[in-house]
Every structure is written in C-alpha cells, then in structure tokens.
C-alpha cells in the first residue's frame, strides 16, 4: 500500500511545479516575452519538494541565485572570456554561498551564475546578461510567491479549523 503521505507530498511538489509553469507562461504571453526557459529554471530551482521549511528553502534559494546571478553578472561585465570568467564566478559564488551560510542552495546559486553567463554568439553580452539576472530574479520571486501560496498557514487548515475559527 503506498504512503499516503509520500504520494500528498509529491501531489503538492507536482501541482506547485505546474502552477509555475502556468504562471510564466501566462505572464510571458500577457507581456510578450519571448525567452521564458531561464525563468521556468529559477521557478523551479526556488521550489522545494518538501512543505516543513518550504519557505525558509525558498528564501534561502533566492538569497543564494541573487549571490549567483550578481557574480556572473559583475564578472561578465569585466572581461568577455566566458570559461575564464565563468570558473571565476563559479568559486566566487561557492565561497559566499559558504561565508553567508547558504550551502544548501550553492547548487542553484551556480545554475544561476551560469544562465546569466552564457549567451547566443552575436549578442551584445549586457543586453543578454541583464536579460538572464531579469529572468532569475522573475523566478526566484514566482517561485516565493507559488511556495507561500501552497504553504501558507491559512491555506493549510483543515475545513474544521476554518469552521471553528469563524464561529469564534
């Protein structure tokens, strides 16, 4: 017989996944953006499967793909040499993820470093570097809404906590 816990937990990380999903792509058609992978990535990055501390992790993912982003941002700025400047940026992004107590989220702090570093040939590196720590910054930010929606303590009682808290 399967848990039914287990099988609550993955029915919530499925429909939290699904709502990002539905969100960036209703946003991206209402605002006409176009390149909406980078920001799904962060949504997804940012959500956590496990709903105890699924807002203390978000908060924690977005803290640490800001500390990404702003590293593959500012070295991307100094030189274009993207395999120099992206090891650079990579070891920037571990030792602040460690300094600032973040090890938990380093992961998607260097996916983050990474979709802001690298760009199509033949675009201008800033217009696509801003571009991409735009599109994390989206996604961290959907994904900390989609998390508080899905585990805020009103969302979360039952009909009969609802029921005896109105009639008080």
């Known amino acids: 017989m399967p ?5 609550k937990r993955i ?3 499925s429909a939290k996944c699904v709502t990002g999903v539905v969100i960036v792509s209703l946003l991206s058609w209402l605002i006409g953006y176009k390149d909406i992978v980078w920001v799904l990535i962060s949504v997804m990055l940012v959500l956590s499967p496990d709903g105890s501390d699924a807002v203390t992790l978000a908060v924690t993912r977005i803290k640490a793909n800001l500390i990404g982003a702003l590293s593959g941002f500012l070295l991307i700025a100094i030189h274009p040499n993207q395999l120099l400047m992206m090891s650079i940026a990579v070891v920037i992004t571990v030792v602040l993820c460690n300094l600032l107590k973040l090890e938990a989220a380093t992961r998607t ?5 990474i979709i802001v ?12 570097a801003i571009g991409r720590v735009s599109s ?13 929606i ?11 906590q609802v029921d005896t808290h109105q009639e008080a």
């Open 150 to 160: 899905f585990h805020n303590k009103f969302t979360q009682r039952t009909v009969d």
């Open 117 to 128: 570093m690298t760009h199509e040939a033949g675009l201008h590196v800033w217009d696509t």
């Open 11 to 13: 029915s919530i990380y």
């Open 3 to 7: 848990d039914k816990e287990r099988i």
């Open 109 to 113: 702090a260097l996916a983050a470093a």
């Open 136 to 148: 994390v910054v989206a996604g961290c930010l959907l994904g900390l809404v989609i998390t508080f």
